[in-house]
């Protein structure tokens, strides 16, 4: 153990070694040899229930700030007695003073920090030397009465003459008698430079102070718990996106149905007539195409288009494709320009179903409609729409430049996409009822309504002939292979650009624009009058009036509406008939 530091460095925060260096001490001058040493100030007793730090008690007492250490008496000087100083709150436990001390009191220094109080005494370091002492009693914090104040007395002078000497506080530990009690003064015990033998928490040794480090303590492991947590699950989100997942994936899907469905349905519509339409491909020494049609009968009779067949010519080869794949040879039996039909018929095959045929006069605009055909050759392509249109006069044709091959239809027009390979399927009803034979199309590109079998695509301005022409004249073609035109027997001016047909001056051959005892000059019309309607209905061209009087029969009686000479009248008459092509 170090010698006790002379100048009383009073403790600057918490005991141990890392105490900032104490202030600078100024000793006071030394008297002289016999000359007796002024008495000290009185120390200030420690407060009440205080308890000093054990690990401060081999400390010397520290000098109050601004103090001079006392001078040192000379040798052979008797030390100046100190009485005791009783403690405010002494209790029964209290050891009383001396009956010789001396009223001197201590000298004043600053007192031990109570907050260290209970701090243990600190562990003897090995090679210090330190003597064992008795552990110093606790101070007693009994609450007890207060002791009655005492007056200071003289001290007799002892009959011993060796100088008595009171208890100090501030004074190391002392050899005890044999058999007495050893002194109990932790106060005098300090020193600033001892290693603490454990650091205690401020919280410990103040009741009612929070233990905030506890709290934080919490919040670090909180925020860690969540770092820790956000790193892993953004590397499982990871690796699931690049993996696709855990394990195979398996979509949802929705089990299996009924295959039947509602025969008024497109899909039941289309059920029950694919079976009765064909593909036809045709080829000739100049010309192929594809085209569609529907069977007529059980007879292997199918409907047409005469477009479609034309490339075929008299030498050519017709191909049919039924819906099951099954294909068969089939040669021409009628076709008629005028109309823009034709009749098929395929060889030695049975078990044919007929299309069932509808009426196209209950047809009404809005009506819906389904459309099947091979458009660019894709068999069984299956389209839906509405009758946008009835009675539409239409014209197809003419590459011949005589307008022999001009076909007159009053058409139905429908908003169902029909694209080449179209021509000559079905148009059906709600009900899978053939209403129309599909024809032309009008497209982007051209002025007038043509037939599909060009290259141009739809543009929802589709063109089917009106199933009832279309039965007449395949009863025609079927029974006498040919098909009758209803005419009136005039001869029209195509250059009239006024509304209305005009009958022409003279016919293309010279002759007569009225034919001499025909259904026109029966009904007294003449060259140069101006048809206007027919039936009521209005006619623009004369391809309307042929359009018109086309979609009769021959026999049909016709009411016409005239203008002559700037005056209006009305004529009927009966259809006759003509041989065609």
Same mark, same amino acid.
């Given at each position: 153990?170090?010698?006790?530091?002379?100048?009383?460095?009073?403790?600057?925060?918490?005991?141990?070694?890392?105490?900032?260096?104490?202030?600078?001490?100024?000793?006071?001058?030394?008297?002289?040899?016999?000359?007796?040493?002024?008495?000290?100030?009185?120390?200030?007793?420690?407060?009440?229930?205080?308890?000093?730090?054990?690990?401060?008690?081999?400390?010397?007492?520290?000098?109050?700030?601004?103090?001079?250490?006392?001078?040192?008496?000379?040798?052979?000087?008797?030390?100046?007695?100190?009485?005791?100083?009783?403690?405010?709150? $002494?209790?029964?436990?209290?050891?009383?003073?001396?009956?010789?001390?001396?009223?001197?009191?201590?000298?004043?220094?600053?007192?031990?920090?109570?907050?260290?109080?209970?701090?243990?005494?600190?562990?003897?370091?090995?090679?210090?030397?330190?003597?064992?002492?008795?552990?110093?009693?606790?101070?007693?914090?009994?609450?007890?009465?207060?002791?009655?104040?005492?007056?200071?007395?003289? $001290?007799?002078?002892?009959?011993?003459?060796?100088?008595?000497?009171?208890?100090?506080?501030?004074?190391?530990?002392?050899?005890?008698?044999?058999?007495?009690?050893?002194?109990?003064?932790?106060?005098?015990?300090?020193?600033?430079?001892?290693?603490?033998?454990?650091?205690?928490?401020?919280?410990?040794?103040?009741?009612?102070?929070?233990?905030?480090? $506890?709290?934080?303590?919490?919040?670090?492991?909180?925020?860690?718990?969540?770092?820790?947590?956000?790193? +892993?699950?953004?590397?499982?989100?990871?690796?699931?996106?690049?993996?696709?997942?855990?394990?195979?994936?398996?979509?949802?899907?929705?089990?299996?149905?009924?295959?039947?469905?509602?025969?008024?349905?497109?899909?039941?519509?289309?059920?029950?007539?694919?079976?009765?339409?064909? *593909?036809?491909?045709?080829?000739?020494?100049?010309?192929?195409?594809?085209?569609?049609?529907?069977?007529?009968?059980?007879?292997?009779?199918?409907?047409?288009?005469?477009?479609?067949?034309?490339?075929?010519?008299?030498?050519?080869?017709?191909?049919?494709?039924?819906?099951?794949?099954?294909?068969?040879?089939?040669?021409?039996?009628?076709?008629?320009?005028?109309?823009?039909?034709?009749?098929?018929?395929?060889?030695?095959?049975?078990?044919?179903?007929?299309?069932?045929?509808?009426?196209?006069?209950?047809?009404?605009?809005?009506?819906?409609?389904?459309?099947?055909?091979?458009?660019?050759?894709?068999?069984?392509?299956?389209?839906?729409?509405?009758?946008?249109?009835?009675?539409?006069?239409?014209?197809?044709?003419?590459?011949?430049?005589?307008?022999?091959?001009?076909?007159?239809?009053?058409?139905?027009?429908?908003?169902?996409?029909?694209?080449?390979?179209?021509?000559?399927?079905?148009?059906?009803?709600?009900?899978?009822?053939?209403?129309?034979?599909?024809?032309?199309?009008?497209?982007?590109?051209?002025?007038? $309504?043509?037939?599909?079998?060009?290259?141009?695509?739809?543009?929802?301005?589709?063109?089917? +002939?009106?199933?009832?022409?279309?039965?007449?004249?395949?009863?025609?073609?079927?029974?006498?292979?040919?098909?009758?035109?209803?005419?009136?027997?005039?001869?029209?001016?195509?250059?009239?650009?006024?509304?209305?047909?005009?009958?022409?001056?003279?016919?293309?051959?010279?002759?007569?624009?009225?034919? *001499?005892?025909?259904?026109?000059?029966?009904?007294?019309?003449?060259?140069?009058?101006?048809?206007?309607?027919?039936?009521?209905?209005?006619?623009?061209?004369?391809?309307?009036?042929?359009?018109?009087?086309?979609?009769?029969?021959?026999?049909?009686?016709?009411?016409?509406?005239?203008?002559?000479?700037?005056?209006?009248?009305?004529?009927?008459?009966?259809?006759?008939?003509?041989?065609?092509?």
């Amino acid at each position: 153990m170090h010698e006790p530091d002379p100048y009383s460095t009073p403790p600057y925060g918490e005991p141990g070694p890392w105490a900032p260096a104490p202030p600078v001490q100024h000793p006071a001058a030394t008297p002289a040899h016999g000359t007796a040493t002024p008495p000290a100030p009185a120390p200030v007793p420690p407060p009440p229930g205080a308890v000093p730090d054990p690990a401060f008690a081999d400390a010397p007492p520290p000098v109050a700030q601004g103090q001079h250490p006392g001078p040192t008496p000379a040798h052979g000087t008797a030390p100046v007695p100190h009485a005791p100083v009783p403690s405010a709150t $002494a209790g029964p436990h209290a050891p009383a003073p001396p009956p010789n001390a001396s009223s001197v009191s201590p000298p004043r220094g600053p007192v031990p920090d109570p907050a260290f109080a209970d701090a243990p005494p600190p562990v003897p370091r090995a090679g210090q030397g330190e003597h064992p002492r008795a552990a110093a009693p606790a101070y007693d914090t009994t609450p007890h009465a207060a002791a009655p104040a005492t007056t200071a007395v003289p $001290a007799t002078p002892p009959s011993d003459p060796s100088p008595v000497t009171a208890p100090d506080p501030w004074a190391g530990p002392t050899a005890s008698a044999p058999g007495a009690e050893p002194a109990s003064d932790p106060w005098g015990r300090y020193d600033p430079w001892a290693a603490a033998a454990q650091y205690h928490d401020p919280a410990d040794r103040v009741p009612g102070r929070r233990r905030r480090p $506890a709290a934080k303590v919490l919040v670090g492991g909180a925020l860690l718990i969540a770092l820790v947590s956000g790193g +892993i699950g953004g590397a499982v989100g990871a690796h699931l996106e690049r993996n696709g997942g855990v394990g195979t994936v398996e979509l949802p899907q929705a089990g299996p149905e009924a295959a039947e469905r509602d025969p008024d349905s497109v899909a039941g519509i289309a059920a029950r007539a694919l079976p009765s339409v064909v *593909t036809l491909h045709v080829s000739g020494s100049e010309a192929a195409g594809t085209g569609t049609g529907f069977v007529l009968d059980d007879r292997g009779h199918i409907l047409t288009n005469n477009h479609v067949v034309e490339p075929a010519g008299s030498g050519g080869e017709i191909t049919v494709t039924f819906n099951s794949g099954d294909t068969a040879e089939a040669e021409v039996v009628g076709r008629d320009s005028g109309y823009d039909l034709a009749v098929v018929k395929v060889k030695g095959v049975t078990g044919l179903t007929p299309m069932p045929l509808g009426n196209s006069e209950n047809v009404h605009v809005g009506d819906p409609v389904v459309a099947i055909g091979a458009p660019f050759d894709l068999a069984g392509t299956v389209t839906s729409g509405i009758i946008s249109a009835k009675e539409r006069p239409i014209t197809a044709g003419g590459e011949e430049g005589d307008a022999s091959d001009v076909s007159y239809v009053d058409a139905l027009q429908t908003d169902a996409p029909i694209n080449p390979g179209n021509s000559g399927g079905p148009l059906l009803d709600a009900r899978g009822r053939a209403i129309g034979i599909n024809s032309a199309i009008r497209s982007a590109d051209s002025g007038s $309504a043509e037939s599909d079998g060009g290259q141009a695509g739809s543009i929802g301005l589709g063109f089917a +002939i009106p199933i009832n022409q279309g039965k007449r004249v395949a009863e025609e073609l079927i029974n006498t292979g040919r098909a009758t035109h209803p005419v009136i027997g005039i001869t029209l001016d195509m250059n009239y650009t006024g509304d209305g047909a005009r009958v022409s001056a003279k016919d293309s051959d010279g002759g007569p624009a009225v034919t *001499t005892g025909g259904p026109g000059a029966k009904a007294g019309i003449k060259p140069g009058d101006v048809i206007t309607a027919v039936d009521g209905q209005r006619v623009h061209s004369g391809e309307e009036l042929i359009v018109k009087t086309r979609a009769h029969r021959p026999g049909d009686r016709l009411e016409l509406t005239l203008e002559r000479d700037g005056k209006e009248t009305k004529v009927s008459l009966v259809l006759g008939s003509s041989g065609g092509d």
